[in-house]
C-alpha cells in the first residue's frame, strides 16, 4: 500500500500537553486515525523544523478461533 507523508512543525507539537491533540488534528485532516493507521517512520527535518510521519493503511483480519 502507498504511504501517506504528513508534515507538522516543531511549533504546534512543543508542548507535550497538547501533541496528542495535535497529532490528531493532523491525521483527520488527511482522512487518517491514528488508532487505525501504523505510522512506520518518524523523521525530524531541522532543516524547515518540521516532523514528517511516514503513514500507511493496515487492515488487520480476525481469523477467530477453532471451537
Do not use: C, W
Amino acid at each position: 500500500m502507498a504511504k501517506k507523508e504528513l508534515r507538522i512543525g516543531f511549533d504546534k507539537i512543543s508542548n507535550p500537553q497538547t501533541i496528542t491533540r495535535e497529532n490528531i488534528r493532523l491525521f483527520k485532516e488527511h482522512g487518517l486515525d491514528t488508532k487505525k493507521n501504523e505510522v512506520d517512520e518518524i523523521v525530524d527535518d531541522h532543516s524547515t523544523g518540521q516532523r514528517i510521519y511516514k503513514v500507511r493503511k493496515v487492515k488487520y483480519f480476525d481469523m477467530g478461533r477453532g471451537r
